[in-house]
């Protein structure tokens, strides 16, 4: 049974960042696909950004290229996401998913449906 468990969700600045991390057991294989999402109030879940557990390319919402970045340490099985520069409307529920990959097309990634497991989320909060 795969979990995800996310942390480092808070209260922070206009132009602060944060670092997000989601702790995941339960991975029995090299292939997932790791990712970020976000969900603000009223609104859809949006990707934020993604990639292999094994590591490779990475992808990125417009939104937060330059900004954002995924990263991973296989040996505490963690997935981070480091975010500079927050703004007001990043304000969100912040879930961490894994999908039982691999995923052939980069454009999967991007897509809620691709991930099999969730995490409860974090909140961020980012005031101007």
């Known amino acids: 049974q795969v979990q995800l468990v996310e942390s480092g969700g808070g209260l922070v600045q206009a132009g602060g960042s944060l670092r997000l991390s989601c702790a995941a057991s339960?991975?029995?294989?090299?292939?997932?696909?790791m990712g970020w999402f976000r969900q603000a109030p009223g609104k859809e879940r949006e990707f934020v950004a993604g990639?292999?557990?094994?590591?490779?390319?990475?992808y990125y919402a417009d939104s937060v290229k330059g900004r954002f970045t995924i990263s991973r340490d296989g040996a505490k099985n963690t997935v981070y996401l480091q975010m500079n520069s927050l703004k007001p409307d990043e304000t969100a529920v912040y879930y961490c998913?894994?999908?039982?990959?691999?995923?052939?097309?980069?454009?999967?990634?991007?897509?809620?449906?691709?991930?099999?497991?969730w995490g409860q989320g974090t909140q961020v909060t980012v005031s101007s």
């Open positions: 998913a894994a999908g039982r990959g691999p995923l052939y097309l980069s454009s999967s990634y991007y897509r809620t449906g691709s991930y099999n497991y």
């Open positions: 339960g991975l029995t294989y090299s292939t997932y696909a």
């Open positions: 990639g292999s557990w094994s590591g490779g390319s990475t």
